[in-house]
């Protein structure tokens, strides 16, 4: 299960710092913006994952979820958790998160293995923390979350639109598949 997840991780993590070097890993793109006055303690808790942009690391999987704890010693526990299709069985990746600049500013470092961090800008929240936007070092990462396995449709149309008029390509969006019934 974790080996999965762990293998695309380290391949991703090492080809990211290869070609870009460690500080953009970390970067948030042009023209984002991360929420500012966040909560972190209201962030905390089980989001599904709505959509993404495909990569290897979530290739084939269906009921995606993060859960996010606070981590002993200070910063956030990651845990992600999803349905490898193929494989019949669930995949999981424990991680590690902490802020870049200060817990009010949703731009965070997340990493999966060793040394190596991704960036995690939350640049759309509802006042609720209900949904949020999140996107990492390039418009080449992007997830819709939910509390909530489903969204409506004007929630999805909202994200289509302001995904969209900032640059992200819509088109390649994957919806997860969130009812999948799997034991």
């Given at each position: 299960?974790?080996?999965?997840?762990?293998?695309?991780?380290?391949?991703?993590?090492i080809a990211a710092f290869g070609f870009t070097g460690l500080n953009s890993c970390t970067s948030v793109p042009?023209?984002?913006?991360?929420?500012?006055?966040?909560?972190?303690?209201k962030y905390l808790g089980k989001w599904y994952e709505i959509a993404r942009l495909d990569h290897r690391f979530e290739r084939g999987l269906?009921?995606?979820?993060?859960?996010?704890?606070?981590?002993d010693g200070g910063g956030i526990k990651v845990l992600?958790?999803?349905?490898?299709?193929?494989?019949?069985?669930?995949?999981?990746?424990?991680?590690k998160a902490y802020f870049v600049d200060s817990p009010?500013?949703?731009?965070?470092?997340?990493?999966?293995?060793g040394p190596f961090y991704g960036s995690y800008v939350v640049f759309e929240l509802d006042g609720d923390y209900q949904y949020s936007y999140v996107t990492g070092n390039s418009r080449d990462y992007l997830w819709f979350l939910s509390r909530t396995p489903t969204i409506t449709a004007e929630?999805?149309?909202?994200?289509?639109?302001?995904?969209?008029?900032?640059?992200?390509?819509?088109?390649?969006?994957?919806?997860?598949?969130?009812?999948?019934?799997?034991?």
């Open positions: 299960m974790k080996r999965h997840w762990i293998k695309l991780v380290v391949v991703a993590g042009e023209g984002i913006k991360p929420v500012t006055g966040f909560n972190q303690q269906s009921n995606v979820s993060a859960e996010y704890s606070v981590k992600n958790r999803g349905y490898e299709d193929e494989k019949g069985e669930w995949s999981e990746a424990e991680g009010d500013k949703a731009h965070l470092k997340v990493s999966f293995f929630q999805k149309q909202a994200f289509l639109k302001k995904t969209k008029d900032l640059g992200f390509d819509t088109d390649a969006l994957i919806f997860v598949d969130q009812e999948k019934n799997v034991k």
